[in-house]
T-cell receptor, first 114, second 112 residues
């Protein structure tokens, strides 16, 4: 079965730490996404990438950066974590599945910043 | 905001009943999708309805789309306890690259 794997399910970090969230897909998809999910706010797009080394800002990119050095891997970086970045982070890739272009999500990474 | 609005925010029903969730956008709707999320997990794609379709079925799921009202609904018939989850609509709008704008979600609880 096709898969999007997020390396860390739960992380606890301190304010000011640098945080890396890793995401790997095995579907050879070109487009990958990072969302954050907060209660009452739904999913909000942080960054997306439509090709290796290509990236575009989403709706809430402030405080985040991304890296796409290889097609299968899309990393989200928090340069200096802050408490308001405590959230669930969801990675997804976009491609053909069951006859339609849809998003396939990872299981999520729940980050707590103390 | 281009984010979708879903209602109700929460829905609690008994097994065997039908569940209806609604979604609307302020922007045009294109290839509207519905996703499901079990607690603490990622989202799973359920069904996609294209702009030129008005209704689509998949098993116990029925989705309708009204592009003039920029709205969609998801009906789950004969619900089961295992249907307990959050349900999100997602709109591709006029964008490319698979960039979707999600609704805020409906939390469905099905009691055995």
């Amino acid at each position: 079965d096709v898969k999007v794997t997020q390396s860390s399910r739960y992380l606890v970090k301190r304010t000011g730490e640098k945080v890396f969230l890793e995401c790997v897909q095995d579907m050879d998809h070109e487009n990958m996404f990072w969302y954050r999910q907060d209660p009452g706010l739904g999913l909000r797009l942080i960054y997306f990438s439509y090709d290796v080394k290509m990236k575009e800002k989403g709706d809430i990119p402030e405080g985040y950066s991304v890296s796409r050095e290889k097609k299968e891997r899309f990393s989200l970086i928090l340069e200096s974590a802050s408490t308001n970045q405590t959230s669930m982070y969801l990675c997804a890739s976009h491609g053909r599945r069951g006859g339609a272009n849809v998003l396939t999500f990872g299981a999520g990474s729940r980050l707590t910043v103390l | 905001s281009q984010q979708g609005e879903e209602d109700p925010q929460a829905l609690s029903i008994q097994e065997g009943e039908n569940a209806t969730m609604n979604c609307s956008y302020k922007t045009s709707i294109n290839n509207l999708q519905w996703y499901r999320q079990n607690s603490g997990r990622g989202l799973v794609h359920l069904i996609l309805i294209r702009s030129n379709e008005r209704e689509k079925h998949s098993g116990r799921l029925r989705v309708t789309l009204d592009t003039s009202k920029k709205s969609s609904s998801l009906l789950i018939t004969a619900s089961r306890a295992a249907d307990t989850a959050s349900y999100f609509c997602a709109n591709a709008g006029g964008t490319s690259y698979g960039k979707l704008t999600f609704g805020q979600g409906t939390i469905l609880t099905v009691h055995p």
